[in-house]
């Protein structure tokens, strides 16, 4: 067994064991929401009832986002994933950061390893770009994923831009970008990092020729 194999049967255990008190704590916050009586429910907009709230559904859409992202890349790579399935995974854990993300109206499903690609790289956006930035994804013919991201502000972790511009892990410092470029290697997929400015950026991942 590789490392990565390793790591993914590790990491989809721990992720399965916390997977289950997370939703059922989540559940329970809203039973009890809808069982609040009329005298009860100023109780929903107590700042401590919500601050618990929202940390709840945060951590909720964290573990299902990394399991995810860390989940066996090989076992489902030649397979589609409902984009309306891959959205529920990106969205509800980009909800809690200032990033927006949005894609093609027309996409309907979405190959798992790009799907895996592209939710890696969102990982690495979030120490990245530091401010509010908006990101835009699309596949080309299924053969490539085209990212897009408008940084309005220009500010940028440098040293994790120069990682993703490598071409291998030799040199790579950041952990999740060489995790990214572990991906890209067992796929066969080609990646180039274009940046104007560092306020518009692109990031071309397309099948090996």
Same mark, same amino acid.
């Given at each position: 067994?590789?490392? !990565?194999?390793?790591?993914? /049967? ?5 992720? *399965?064991?916390l ?12 039973? !009890?929401?809808?069982?609040? &009586?009329?005298?009860?429910? *100023? ?9 618990? #709230?929202?940390?709840i ?11 995810? +992202? =860390?989940?066996? %890349? ?7 994933i @409902? ?9 509800? =854990?980009i909800y809690?950061?200032? *990033?927006?993300?949005?894609h ?14 592209? +939710? ?6 979030l120490?990245?770009? %530091? ?5 835009? =994804?699309?596949?080309?013919? /299924? ?6 991201? /408008?940084? @309005? ?13 490598? #071409? &291998?892990?030799? &040199? ?6 060489? =995790? ?7 796929? /066969? ?16 991942f397309?099948?090996?020729?």
């Open positions: 067994m590789s490392n !990565l194999n390793l790591f993914s /049967e590790l990491s989809r255990k721990i992720f *399965h064991d997977i289950n008190p997370a939703s059922a704590a989540l559940n329970g916050i809203e039973l !009890l929401k809808y069982s609040l &009586n009329e005298k009860e429910k *100023h109780i929903i907009n107590d700042e401590t009832f919500q601050l618990l #709230e929202k940390s559904g945060k951590i909720t859409a964290q573990i299902k986002f990394f399991r995810f +992202c =860390y989940s066996d %890349p090989t076992i489902h790579q030649y397979e589609d @409902p984009i309306n399935n891959l959205d529920s995974i990106i969205n509800d =854990y809690f950061t200032k *990033h927006k993300i949005s093609r109206n027309d996409l309907k499903n979405f190959n798992n390893k790009y799907a895996l690609i592209l +939710c890696n790289t969102i990982l690495i956006f120490s990245l770009l %530091p401010f509010e930035a908006e990101i835009y =994804y699309e596949l080309i013919d /299924e053969d490539a994923l085209v990212i897009r991201i /408008e940084n @309005p502000t220009g500010k940028i972790n440098s040293e994790i831009l120069k990682d993703l511009t490598l #071409e &291998n892990s030799h &040199n790579t410092v950041n952990i999740q970008v060489r =995790y990214l470029q572990e991906l890209t290697r067992i796929y /066969e997929i080609d990646k180039k990092v274009i940046s104007h400015a560092n306020t518009d950026i692109s990031i071309t397309s099948n090996r020729a």
